[in-house]
Each structure stands twice: as structure tokens, then as C-alpha cells.
């Protein structure tokens, strides 16, 4: 069985995740964790990856749509791979 190519920012050459943001190749350092009510079951969570740069935008962005449901720093704890399909 052939299963899908994570979705989600690629690493870049060191092997660490970037960040989540259109065109930044910046390390993602907080783990933006989130769902869409109107599609995912209230305990799936969905990653997008935030440098610092970043973080504030792309948490109003989910925020603003009701998406946001924790922040929290890359490896501080058990998180799913990003993942930035539906």
C-alpha cells in the first residue's frame, strides 16, 4: 500500500522544519496548533511551524477564523508533524 507524502513544510538542508509562512526559510520554532471546526473532529489538530518572525501573523490568521487552539514552543511536548492539508 502506497500511503501520501506528509504535507506541511519541507526541512530545509540541516534537516530542520521551516517555517509555515509563504516564502520564509526561517526555522519554525513554535508549533501553531489548530483545527477547522466545520471539518476536523474536535480533537484533531492540524501544525503549521512559526519562526518568530512569524508567529503573531500566522496565530491572528488562524485566530481570526475561530482556527487557533494552542501555541507552543517546537519540542516542548508531544505534536503532531506539520501538516498543512485539509
Do not use: I, Y
Amino acid at each position: 500500500m502506497l500511503f501520501p507524502q506528509p504535507s506541511g513544510p519541507p526541512p530545509d538542508d540541516a534537516g530542520q522544519p521551516v517555517c509555515s509562512a509563504r516564502g520564509c526559510r526561517a526555522h519554525g520554532v513554535w508549533a501553531l496548533r489548530w483545527n477547522n471546526p466545520k471539518l476536523h473532529t474536535p480533537d484533531r489538530r492540524k501544525t503549521w511551524l512559526a519562526c518568530d518572525d512569524h508567529r503573531t501573523s500566522l496565530s491572528e490568521f488562524l485566530s481570526l477564523r475561530g482556527f487557533l487552539r494552542e501555541v507552543v514552543e517546537v519540542g516542548a511536548g508531544p505534536a503532531d508533524p506539520p501538516d498543512d492539508g485539509s
